[in-house]
């Protein structure tokens, strides 16, 4: 069974200071891991997929990362609208569905 | 413009008491699904739809009915709800596959009273 675990749950920054948030999977046959991000009272938003360990993408002030066992998505000096929820995902062999973690209450503080 | 739309956004309504939420998609999308969210337990699967008429269960079917009749329209159906179905739900569309992006609905707040 296709295991996610993100962390930490929540994370309090000041705006501009950097950090990682972390996604640990447990797959047989990753097909692609999914970022994705929530506001409040809204569906999530699709931001990247990653496919192979070693490949990145970056958007604005987000990067992607992944190897063979996690995934980090780096903001750079975020900004108080980066205030969201991030969700993980991957689907892996034949499977017709994604596996979400719980995900990552982001606030940052002006 | 490219969307998802559910209806109804909120939903209050007593134990037993048969119930339907729609979602359509305009996109021309193939792949369709439906997820819950609750607190501490993340987005999971309820059903899913590879493309009009193949329905299959995800991982918490139970209590839950589909239909796909048409490609754009992926009704939830609640025949006798109970208070453990009350949750926040979101309807998903993909161009193909789970491995495309999916495009999720803004969110039916259901409670079952």
């Known amino acids: 069974e296709d295991q996610v675990t993100q962390s930490p749950e929540a994370l309090r920054l000041q705006e501009g200071e950097s950090s990682s948030l972390n996604c640990s999977y447990t797959?047989?046959?990753?097909?692609?891991l999914f970022w994705y991000r929530q506001d409040p009272g809204k569906g999530p938003e699709f931001l990247f997929t990653l496919y192979s360990a070693g490949e990145e993408k970056e958007k604005e002030r987000l990067k992607a990362t992944l190897t063979k066992k996690e995934s980090f998505l780096h903001i750079t000096a975020p900004k108080p609208e980066d205030s969201a929820t991030y969700l993980c995902?991957?689907?892996?062999?034949?499977?017709?569905?994604?596996?979400f973690g719980k995900g990552i209450t982001l606030s940052v503080r002006p | 413009e490219a969307q998802v739309t559910q209806n109804p956004r909120y939903l209050i309504t007593v134990t037993g008491k048969k119930l339907t939420v729609t979602c359509s998609q305009n996109?021309?999308?193939?792949?369709m699904s439906w997820y819950r969210q609750d607190p501490g337990l993340g987005l999971r699967q309820i059903y899913y739809?590879?493309?009009?008429?193949?329905?299959d269960k995800g991982d918490v079917p139970e209590g839950y009915k589909v239909s796909r009749k048409e490609k754009r329209n992926f009704p939830l159906i609640l025949e006798s709800p109970s208070p453990n179905q009350t949750s926040l739900y979101f309807c998903a569309s993909s161009f193909r596959t789970v491995n495309s992006p999916l495009h999720f609905g803004n969110g039916t707040r259901l409670t079952v009273t």
């Open positions: 996109m021309n999308h193939e792949y």
């Open positions: 995902a991957v689907s892996s062999g034949a499977n017709s569905k994604l596996t």
């Open positions: 739809s590879m493309n009009v008429e193949v329905t």
């Open positions: 797959v047989s046959g990753l097909r692609g």
